[in-house]
């Protein structure tokens, strides 16, 4: 039996991809429901060891989920979506949403989780910024389950040969 390596690496980057953004919107919404309005009922020196200590954590997570999220993306774009989606507008539009509101999801996310004044400034006002990147990183899984439902557009090889009119 021949393995076929493009199958292996498709397969391994697509879990990558789908591992990376359930850890990044699983945490998002985590921290956004659940941590900080638990956190916020603690004392100031306790709320600021605790987020000190998330973000240390947590920071590692979100710069590994951006990066495979990235790769794993742009492998999927470049080797199958315009291949299956060549001249779709829909598709690409959809696709061109979707990578936009990635980056703001991964600007954000990066400040949330920065040592530099401007990210200790930005995260005084977490519980906005952390809505934001929730409602976004949402749109992001409807958006992607929108564009996994679309049909394919036929290859051109792949299209009917064209019928002839036979005369009688």
């Given at each position: ?87 779709d507008g ?32 930005f995260r ?45």
């Amino acid at each position: 039996m021949e393995i076929d390596t493009t199958f292996i690496i498709s397969l391994l980057l697509r879990w990558a991809h789908i591992l990376a953004a359930i850890t990044a919107v699983g945490g998002t919404i985590f921290m956004r429901m659940a941590l900080l309005p638990t956190v916020g009922e603690l004392p100031e020196a306790d709320r600021k060891t605790v987020h000190d200590g998330i973000r240390r954590r947590w920071a590692l997570w979100v710069h590994l989920s951006i990066g495979f999220l990235l790769v794993s993306g742009f492998y999927n774009y470049l080797v199958f979506t315009r291949m299956r989606h060549e001249g779709d507008g829909l598709y690409h539009a959809l696709f061109g949403v979707k990578f936009l509101l990635a980056l703001v999801i991964f600007f954000v996310a990066s400040l949330l989780m920065g040592r530099s004044p401007a990210a200790d400034r930005f995260r005084q006002r977490r519980k906005t910024w952390l809505t934001l990147n929730m409602t976004l990183a949402i749109a992001v899984v409807l958006i992607s389950g929108v564009m996994r439902t679309l049909p394919e557009k036929p290859r051109p090889t792949e299209l009917a040969p064209a019928t002839t009119a036979q005369t009688p």
